[in-house]
């Protein structure tokens, strides 16, 4: 199985803040990533697909980038909204598996 | 608008069953795959598999194999997923998502999720 590290696994950080979120594959997955947001109480929702196609809505200060093994979810300047859970999720092949996620916390 | 509503929350003794549904509206139903994905209180993500509403077809995470089945009933646009021998180990919230976009069988998902159900909470308990 392609296990999937998130760093770090907490984050504090203030509104404005340029935030970054790393994940890394066990082995090469090329650019068959993706990045979720989840708030508390709430399901997933999708941000960011194959590494750096951002998702219809989601606001452009997210970003995705990377290949084969590491990848970044920036966010340009935190919004009070986007204080929550991150995901990455691997498609590459199966089974489908998540990072540990990184929760953005106001610092 | 693209929806899908989840099964009241679960409590079931070790070593039974539980069977959630979840119905989708808003689009075609059997255009697109339907993932499971669980989440244990205060932990991440775990992928259960999939299903194919176009054919029935599925496709589960070893973790699960023997223990997970996975159905739908296409004319009430409705998947469902049956996970049996439960242990305290399976309390958890259990999504339903969908497929990102389009795919007919044989063609294989995109294995990404969007959107996703609300989630079903099912406590395992003596």
């Known amino acids: 199985d392609i296990q999937m590290t998130q760093s770090p696994s907490i984050l504090s950080a203030s509104v404005g803040d340029r935030v970054t979120i790393t994940c890394r594959a066990s082995?090469?997955?090329?650019?068959?990533l993706a990045w979720y947001q989840q708030k508390s109480g709430k399901a997933p929702n999708l941000l960011i697909s194959?590494?750096?196609s951002l998702e219809r809505g989601v606001p452009s200060r997210f970003s995705g980038s990377g290949s084969g093994t590491e990848f970044t979810l920036t966010i340009s300047s935190l919004q009070p909204d986007d204080f929550a859970t991150y995901y990455c999720?691997?498609?590459?092949?199966?089974?489908?598996?998540f990072g540990g996620g990184t929760k953005v916390e106001i610092k | 608008q693209v929806q899908l509503v989840q099964s009241g929350a679960e409590v079931k003794k070790p070593g039974a069953s539980v069977k959630l549904s979840c119905k989708a509206s808003?689009?075609?139903?059997?255009?697109?795959?339907i993932h499971w994905v669980r989440q244990a209180p205060g932990q991440g993500l775990e992928w259960m598999g999939w299903i194919t509403p176009y054919s029935g077809d599925t496709k589960y995470a070893q973790n699960f194999q023997g223990r997970v089945t996975m159905t739908r009933d296409t004319s009430i646009s409705t998947a469902y997923m049956e996970l049996s021998r439960l242990t305290s180990d399976d309390t958890a919230m259990y999504y339903c998502?969908?497929?990102?976009?389009?795919?007919?069988?044989?063609?294989?998902?995109?294995?990404?999720?969007?959107?996703w159900g609300p989630g079903t909470l099912v406590t395992v308990s003596p």
């Open positions: 082995q090469s997955i090329s650019r068959w």
């Open positions: 194959k590494a750096s």
């Open positions: 998502a969908r497929d990102r976009d389009v795919v007919i069988p044989p063609a294989a998902p995109y294995n990404w999720f969007a959107p």
């Open positions: 999720q691997h498609f590459h092949s199966y089974p489908l598996t």
């Open positions: 808003g689009y075609t139903f059997t255009h697109y795959y």
